[in-house]
């Protein structure tokens, strides 16, 4: 490795520690943001300006999968010394995206003039405010993008900062006093300050690159990829579906909650896999043999497998307390709140696992994985729904194809490394043994995953127990982080012959 590369080991240790903070520390803000703008607007506005902002959330998959493929030749093409090729790729991906939202504001601009005379004056400008925002949101995380492919995670994250510093002090300052048209100005500023910021340090300029035979090559090989985001997240949208639809809008309160806990810990695989994935494509363009990477894949997993289970134990056994204490009403959605953060593991293998099986170009031949579990996912809902378990059979099923996808993608990346099956089984349940440990502890010392009443664990001794217990598995965790340090240190250089 370039002794200049921005992904050394050592600096990608401070990256993730940077990276993950800074993304926690963000949404803290947001959710800041967001109880001051529901307390300020009122059910309807907010509701209103919520049902823009998922719209706008779809701009994200404007794309198409040149984005996806601009994460992997950047840092590939500059492994091999082609800084001309990485701004082109960059630039490339630019274009398209800015010809599909130019499209899809136009739209906006359109609906807004369709209202009748008797629709609202603030519900036209809302949707010609949200095609002003869709393409500063969406422009400020494909450079969000960018800027990670470029190895600058600090640069990145004091960008992520400052806009959501600014989006909370803005809203302080203008949803307060002016409503609804506040929050308008709001989401059109804080954007374009992150954008303008993160701007600063950017990989390529903002000229078009109409080279239509790049951006037909970058679609065909990247809607694979968007596909399984895409597929990845459909498993929600049915469990989102299926409970209005059998358990009502009361039920589905109880699992937004959950999610909202699974997103948390989620971010955490998520986060660390963006900080590792442009160093696997680096390395890899170099020879394009999966051995010569399976260290950065079999480190992801292992840092994923030891303390992820951590991060989830702790959620989960506080989960009754903050329900009991603060949130009384959603004392019945407590155990489908705990199979949602429980089955998040698996989600962590699945991430953990995209970046190297897009590296290796094996993205075509994984999308039936996903479209299995997907039906998976249907089936044992709908099944157990139907038989009367309600919404905790509903997150049973997405939970059994989480489980299904994440195991299913993790043997088959092992085998690619040209393991025989019983060094992929002995690794596979390795990596499961943490997280099997700490569903035992939620089973028998934490009141069990169905629980939702006082317990006898809620006691002094019983938390003791639970803290001591926890306190020895993170130490655990630590001595294993600090012994993967000493030996890269000690490791001799390794010479990477590029392809022929």
Known sequence: MDSKSPFRFKALLGYISQYISATYLAQG???????????????????????????????????????EIMIKEVPAYQSKGRHDLASKS?????TFLVLMLSIATLCLWGISFTFSESTPEMMRWGWRVAGIVLPLEVLFAFEQVVVRSDGK???????????????????FLLVIRFGLVGVF????????????????KSLYAWRLNWDWVKIRSMLKAGWPILAMTLIFLAISWVDRVLVIHFVGMKGHGFYAVGAMLTFICFLFPEK??????????????????????????????RGVSLVMPLVLAVVNLVIPIIVQHWLHEYEPGIPAMRILVLSSFFPGIIVCTKSFLV??????????????????NIALSYSLVTQGYGLVGIVLGSAAAYVFCGLVLLMYS?????WAWPRVLMQTVSLCVPFAAMFLLSVTVGGGVFQQEHTSWQSPLGYASIALALTAYAGGVVWWGV????????APPVELVPAV
Do not use: C
Request: net charge positive; hydrophobic share 50%; no cysteine.
């Open 359 to 376: 590296a290796l170009g094996k993205q075509q031949k994984v999308l039936p994985v996903y479209a299995v579990a997907v039906v998976l």
């Open 414 to 418: 092992l085998r690619l490394l040209s």
């Open 272 to 301: 660390i896999a963006a900080v590792i994935e442009p160093k696997l494509h680096y390395d890899y363009a170099h020879s394009e043999q999966a051995s010569r990477v399976q260290n950065h894949l079999l480190l992801l997993l």
């Open 153 to 171: 995670f600090g640069h990145l994250s004091r960008g992520l900062l400052i806009g959501n510093s600014i989006s909370l002090a803005l809203t």
């Open 185 to 200: 100005f709001v989401a059109m500023i804080s954007p374009a300050v992150g954008l303008a910021y993160l701007r600063s």
């Open 483 to 490: 012994r993967q340090i000493r030996l890269r240190r000690l």
């Open 29 to 67: 803000l947001g959710a800041v943001r967001g109880f001051v703008n529901a307390k300020y607007l009122g059910p309807e506005n907010y509701g209103f300006w919520g049902w823009l902002m998922f719209l706008i959330s779809f701009g994200y998959f404007l794309h198409g999968g040149v984005q």
């Open 90 to 94: 960059a630039q490339t991906a630019f």
